[in-house]
């Protein structure tokens, strides 16, 4: 069974610092990596979605990288702002979607 | 265009008693899913569907049932709600196209059984 694993599981930064967030995962055999954000009381949004066969993405101030080999996920969030604080999940889409249990971003202004 | 919503948002039970989560897409997507979510868990699928007619079983799926009539709506029953079914719920459709599969989730829908 796959486990994927987010750390941490919070995380606090001043207005401006740029960040970094991990997700490891035990089974290489899989599809995709999606990262998504969920705001309190919400639903998930996809950000960035890295097929198996690339290693990165990149949208805006957001920078997904993919290691296989490593079975390790980072989110890079430049020049972080306020607007970011929110909960970061990283999903693993292999004969179903596995997710982590996501880290909580402060962004203090 | 509302992509995912689910009804009701947020509905309390007692236990032993029953009712049924709405999930409805208009996105025209082959696949839904539900998911629970519980603190330090992350989300555990329930059940899920790969079309109209057709339902399959996920990681957590004793005591909830499903069923998929129609392609945009996808049903979640509880028939004898429990305390440890107390999440919230979340459905997601999703599209693949060449091969990459994206989800789109539903706002949830948060369920406390007393």
């Known amino acids: 069974k796959q486990e994927v694993t987010q750390i941490p599981a919070a995380l606090s930064v001043p207005e401006g610092e740029n960040l970094v967030l991990n997700c490891s995962f035990t089974?290489?055999?899989?599809?995709?990596l999606q990262w998504f954000r969920q705001d309190p009381g919400k639903g998930l949004t996809s950000l960035l979605l890295?097929?198996?066969?690339?290693r990165e993405q990149t949208s805006g101030r957001l920078n997904a990288s993919l290691d296989k080999s490593s079975g390790r996920s980072t989110l890079y969030i430049a020049a972080s702002q306020p607007g970011d604080s929110a909960t970061y999940l990283c999903a693993l889409s292999g004969n179903q979607f596995y997710f982590g249990t996501g880290t909580s971003l402060t962004v203090i202004p | 265009n509302a992509g995912v919503t689910q009804t009701p948002k947020f509905r309390v039970l007692k236990t032993g008693q029953s009712m049924t989560l709405l999930c409805a897409q208009d996105m025209n997507h082959e696949y839904m899913y539900w998911y629970r979510q519980d603190p330090g868990m992350g989300l555990r699928l329930i059940h899920y569907?790969?079309?109209?007619?057709?339902?399959a079983k996920g990681e957590v799926p004793d005591g909830y049932n499903v069923s998929r009539l129609k392609k945009q709506n996808f049903l979640l029953g509880l028939e004898s709600a429990a305390p440890s079914q107390t999440s919230v719920y979340f459905c997601?459709?999703?599209?693949?196209?060449?091969?990459?599969?994206?989800?789109?989730f539903g706002p949830g829908t948060r369920l406390l059984v007393l």
């Open positions: 890295i097929q198996s066969s690339q």
């Open positions: 569907s790969v079309g109209e007619g057709t339902t």
């Open positions: 089974d290489s055999a899989i599809y995709n």
């Open positions: 997601a459709s999703s599209l693949s196209e060449r091969g990459v599969e994206t989800q789109y």
